[in-house]
């Protein structure tokens, strides 16, 4: 029987911060603030991952309170949550997400988005679909204070 599970994260811009989305580092000038890298769109898969599995949230396995997880790539942690999910019996059948920022313009950096995420889950870049929208200037994403990402993941027993 296959799963689903969904999921969403947000992080607001700050100064002398790089801003990586799905482990790409994006030249802007401002970059988000969180413990890891802040990646919104790693975190949102995970996210949706765990859920698929019924393992909890990224917060449960990756605390903010953990000096471990400061700083980190969290492709790094998108890899361990596959092999958490792996280690339970699933496989994944795909993932699908979308980015919500108003700037700066991601299209071509999705490629190499897509192609990490399939690298940290171990499947193919043909299970691994990356989007990009605005929100055409409104609320906090579209006045530019910060990202956020949705994702879905579904996953099946081995």
């Known amino acids: 029987m296959s799963r689903v599970g969904f999921g969403y ?12 989305l799905g482990g ?13 890298d802040a990646d919104v769109l790693t975190h949102a898969l995970i996210d949706a991952l765990l859920g ?3 393992l909890g949230d990224i917060g449960t396995h990756f605390p903010d309170t953990d000096p471990e ?9 998108l890899a361990t949550t596959w092999e958490k999910l792996a280690a339970r019996g699933f496989d994944i059948i795909n993932v699908d997400s979308t980015v919500v920022l108003q700037e700066p313009e991601i299209a071509h950096f999705i490629p190499e988005m897509r192609q990490n995420i399939a690298n ?6 043909s299970q691994v679909s990356v989007k990009a929208t605005t929100t055409e200037r ?17 996953v099946s027993p081995v």
Do not use: C, T
Request: charge should be negative.
């Open 69 to 77: 997880y400061r700083n980190i790539s969290s492709l790094i942690l």
């Open 138 to 154: 409104l609320g906090f994403a579209g006045r530019g204070e910060g990202v956020a990402a949705y994702a879905v993941a579904m």
């Open 120 to 125: 940290a889950l171990q499947i193919d870049l």
């Open 9 to 20: 994260d947000v992080h607001a811009f700050g100064d002398n911060l790089p801003l990586v």
């Open 24 to 36: 790409v580092n994006i030249p802007f000038p401002k970059g988000l603030q969180g413990h890891s």
């Open 52 to 54: 698929a599995a019924a």
